[in-house]
């Protein structure tokens, strides 16, 4: 499977919970397998995806650190987006503030993404 084969999707609920998956495309086939990686379950009934989390089905110590803090700057970012840049909307300096960690959040996300994509 090829990178290019790979992504990773985070979707946030409007009560700011997020979960992921990870889909792929197999090279022969039209259907995408995608994966919960919260409860490990396979869109579809081809196993492969399971390679990249080991014969038990865990994830590796490190490719976990980095899911969890792709979570956590995730949840952040929808905190600020829904929350706390209208919590600030009479006050210029604060909602600068929020705009700038915004933006580091934004940043944080496509970064952790990306590595994300790398090893799963």
């Not at 990870?22 to 490990?40: A, F, P, W, Y």
């Not at 929808?78 to 210029?92: T, V």
Request: charged fraction near 35%; include cysteine; glycine fraction near 4%.
């Amino acid at each position: 499977m090829t990178e290019e084969n790979k992504e990773v999707l985070t979707a946030t609920s409007t009560e700011g919970k997020t979960s992921f998956m990870v889909c792929s495309k197999e090279e022969e086939k039209i259907e995408k397998v995608c994966m919960d990686l919260e409860g490990t379950k396979t869109g579809a009934s081809d196993n492969k995806a399971r390679q990249n989390f080991g014969e038990k089905g865990m994830l590796d110590n490190n490719t976990y650190n980095l899911l969890e803090q792709l979570n956590v700057e995730n949840k952040s970012l929808w905190r600020i987006k829904n929350n706390y840049k209208s919590d600030a909307s009479m006050d210029k300096e604060s909602r600068q503030v929020w705009s700038l960690l915004e933006k580091d959040k934004q940043k944080s996300v496509r970064l952790l993404t990306a590595r994300l994509k790398e090893r799963l």
